[in-house]
């Protein structure tokens, strides 16, 4: 997740800019960069990798000036590199601009700039804007601002400079956070409080659609249409440590509930705009090769590996593709039977996990044509894969996987989708529907997060067992599997996940009176079978908790002890709301036992050996 700070006032603007981008590493980010207007005019230094690969650049071109905009690179277009890291400029030099988000046509905008004449030496969205505000410039950049965002489709938060006002910083949200802070003689913008709490507790809020404009002396809160806007100040209290976290307690829980915002981001720009269809841009498989794959292998380790698991799920029913499910340490050695209709899809959080990077030349080696599922753009897996599709969940801290989890099951839902379009499974209003009813999903979580107390009850309940069963059919089978993984993980309960109509050939011998089974029942198709199942554990004295739809609440509660419930959405679809709720449960329960959530014993974030 890019990091934006700006400053304008009377002090050491290069140091306030590095001070703030330092307290936004915590956001991760693969490059940064500063620009300056100094007594030479607007200068940018930028740098790949790490805050003191740009620190060391400025030591010997320092920026002296009183006005800035700075920025912390997360790769979504083009690898990371001098040249795509921020901030951006015109082909003048006259304009620099740093952005977080997606502008989503900004293909169709590069393309119209370029007939127009201008050279691109980057491949980002962002340097589209630079240009779009300096062709619009009439003598004002506030009215160039608003112009060019017109243009602009998608989600962006932006800090806006030009040598031809100095005295100014434009700052624009669109869908992405964006702050202002108010100080005496000097104001600030960020992506978030930490970049500016150093300097002033004093904010306002941007919402979407609303612009501000600084000088040293004053803030003008407008709309992008041009109203002024009158808006009480905001006084911030927290500690810098609770401002990195947002105000949440944990990394994880923040993390969570993040997960709305990361489902839009990976959705944004790869819908069709009538609603009928999905792209992907910068996917290299052509209809022809989609239309002779005969298998799809997908090959991940953990949470990743889960999410393959609804991924096959996802393919399977869309596309009607056979697929199969890989852990990665295993792949390699069980000689698998790759051809070139064969196509491998590699799922890392990280991009940097050892077995999947093993997994993945093995694949090619025989091959296959092979696609990268991953949190990082610029990583060794999306480096060396035939095609990626990025999930923009933004940096995890926590340990414990959760929206680049759902992000993937995003993806995977995408991705089935274009299968589907090209190889002529689905009708376009089924397509059309499921569209629709993705769209719904922020939203939909959002309505889970607001159970978190009843959530939290449930789990200071199981926190006092030492032993778990999560049990489900079909996709919810894949699900609980990645809950169960999530409960061991956090809050070191034992847990196992079954497959429901298991129960009978082995498992049931585990059953004892009063051990908590946590069912999953979405799946319409398999509820009657399911439900017979949660009655095989009853009546062997499990105590169960089942989650399902509200429709379904009063004929469970005649079977089971507990019952939780989920939006309705898409049979297809459930993974992505009925993992929020198991997520909570093992942030409570692990909270409750009084562990370090954000950092659980004897695991790391990023596995890079196998």
């Given amino acids: 997740m890019c990091g934006i700070v700006g400053y304008i006032g009377d002090k050491d603007t290069q140091a306030i800019l590095i001070d703030g981008l330092r307290k936004l590493e915590y956001r991760g980010y693969d490059s940064a960069g500063i620009s300056v207007f100094t007594n030479e005019g607007l200068q940018v230094v930028k740098a790949q990798g790490r805050m003191a690969n740009l620190e060391s650049k400025l030591e010997h071109h320092p920026l002296v000036g009183t006005a800035g905009i700075g920025h912390t690179r997360w790769a979504t277009h083009g690898k990371p590199s001098d040249e795509n890291s921020h901030p ?75 040598e031809h006002e100095p005295d100014k910083l434009v700052a624009v949200r669109q869908a992405s956070p964006l702050v202002i802070g108010v100080g005496e003689g000097e104001n600030f913008i960020g992506s978030d409080i930490p970049a500016i709490l150093k300097y002033t507790r004093n904010v306002y809020i941007l919402n979407d659609g609303e612009m501000a404009v600084l000088t040293q002396d004053a803030v003008e809160l407008m709309t992008i249409e041009g109203n002024f806007i009158s808006r009480e100040m905001i006084h911030v209290d927290w500690d810098a440590v609770t401002a990195e976290k947002g105000g949440f307690d944990h990394f994880m829980l923040k993390e969570i509930h993040e997960q709305p915002k990361a489902y839009r981001d990976t959705m944004l720009g790869r819908i069709n705009d009538d609603g009928k269809g999905v792209h992907f841009s910068d996917l290299k498989l052509t209809a022809e090769q989609i239309r002779n794959i005969r298998n799809v292998q997908i090959v991940a380790c953990g949470t990743a590996y889960h999410a393959g698991l609804v991924g096959r799920n996802i393919i399977e029913k869309m596309a009607k593709i056979p697929v199969e499910t890989d852990v990665a340490s295993e792949y390699r050695y069980r000689s698998p039977i790759i051809n070139k209709d064969t196509l491998v899809i590699v799922v890392s959080q990280s991009g940097e996990t050892a077995d999947t990077l093993a997994a993945l030349r093995e694949a090619q080696a025989n091959g296959a044509h092979v696609i990268a599922v991953t949190n990082v753009v610029g990583s060794s897996i999306a480096r060396d894969a035939d095609d990626v599709i990025a999930t923009l969940a933004g940096p995890e801290i926590a340990v414990a996987s959760t929206k680049a989890y759902t992000s993937q099951l995003i993806a995977f839902y995408l991705f089935g989708l274009h299968l589907a379009d090209i190889r002529g499974t689905m009708t376009t209003e089924e397509i059309s529907e499921t569209l629709a009813a993705m769209e719904s999903l922020p939203e939909q979580v959002e309505k889970i997060l607001e159970m978190a107390p009843e959530i939290k009850q449930y789990a200071e309940h199981i926190a006092q067992h030492k032993h778990l069963f999560f049990i489900g059919r079909g996709v919810d089978y894949a699900v609980v599997q990645e809950g169960s993984l999530k409960l061991k993980e956090i809050s070191y309960i034992h847990s196992e996940a079954y497959a429901a109509g298991e129960l009978k050939h082995g498992t049931l011998a585990l059953i004892e009176d009063g051990i908590p089974v946590i069912a999953l029942a979405t799946q319409e198709d398999v509820l009657e079978k399911t439900v017979s199942n949660i009655k095989e554990v009853k009546a062997r004295g499990g105590e169960v908790m089942v989650i399902s739809y509200d429709e379904h609440r009063e004929d469970l509660l005649k079977s089971v002890d507990y019952v939780m419930t989920i939006p309705k959405t898409l049979q297809t679809l459930t993974p992505a709301l009925s993992v929020v709720t198991l997520q909570l449960l093992a942030y409570y329960a692990s909270l409750a036992l009084e562990h370090d959530v954000d950092k659980p014993r004897n695991l790391a974030k990023s596995v890079t050996v196998e």
């Fill in 88 to 162: 951006h400029m015109d082909a003048q030099h006259k304009f620099s601009v740093v952005h977080n988000g997606i502008i989503e046509n900004y293909l169709e905008l590069k393309d119209e700039l370029i007939r127009s004449g201008v050279e691109f030496l980057s491949e980002t969205d962002t340097e589209v804007i630079a240009h779009l505000v300096a062709r619009e410039y009439e003598g004002d950049i506030v009215k160039a601002v608003q112009k060019a965002v017109t243009y602009m489709r998608g989600a962006f938060a932006l800090g806006v400079l030009t």
